[in-house]
């Protein structure tokens, strides 16, 4: 069996995998994840993500709900931290450390998903009208085998129509050529022979 040069390896998954899953735990995007792993892979992002989607993700779905779990948790003990000052052009403003990060992130995860979304629900799409044009090819197919069949049955009969009658003509020549008494043959509408008196 050939392998396909830019086929996935074991280690290529496993990468993958791990790469995804600590930027979930970490709180950044898939996106940036697909982008990582095809920079090491020299893939584009979109082969990477495509990959995950089909083939990965569904072998570490408890892994990823560890690792949101385990996101959750860290955005909770990033919330829990001191309230700091930070000094703005003379002016200070109190902030809570990673807030402003936690809602980029979210925001970022909701386009993900969306986008996802999107791509997804399109290439149901095109799977399915895919499908209903083969549905109809292969119906097409069908009724034109059928009418082969049918031409080659008749042909097939003919075939040994003319080889019947092709037979006779021979042994019509034979008998008329050893007939000393002269008798004759002529050959009726349904071609066989008959003799006739002279």
């Not at 690792?67 to 200070?92: G, I, L």
């Amino acid at each position: 069996m050939k392998v396909r040069q830019d086929a996935w390896s074991h280690e290529d998954d496993l990468l993958l995998a791990e790469t995804v899953l600590r930027h979930i735990r970490e709180g950044s995007t898939q996106l940036l994840a697909f982008d990582e792993v095809g920079d090491k892979l020299n893939r584009t992002s979109a082969a990477v993500g495509f990959r995950w989607n089909a083939i990965v993700r569904n072998k570490y779905e408890q892994a990823i709900e560890l690792a949101k779990k385990q996101r959750k948790e860290r955005k909770r003990a990033q919330a829990m931290k001191p309230v700091r000052k930070v000094s703005t052009f003379n002016s200070e403003v109190q902030t809570r450390e990673m807030n402003l990060q936690d809602v980029i992130n979210y925001l970022k995860d909701l386009k993900e998903d969306r986008s996802k979304s999107s791509e997804l629900r399109d290439l149901k799409e095109r799977l399915e009208s895919e499908k209903e044009a083969l549905a109809i090819e292969n119906e097409n197919l069908k009724k034109e085998l059928t009418s082969l069949k049918q031409k080659y049955s008749i042909v097939q009969e003919d075939y040994q129509s003319l080889i019947q009658i092709m037979e006779r003509a021979r042994k019509m020549v034979v008998l008329q050529e050893n007939d000393e008494a002269g008798t004759a043959f002529k050959m009726d509408k349904n071609g066989n022979l008959e003799k006739v008196a002279k």
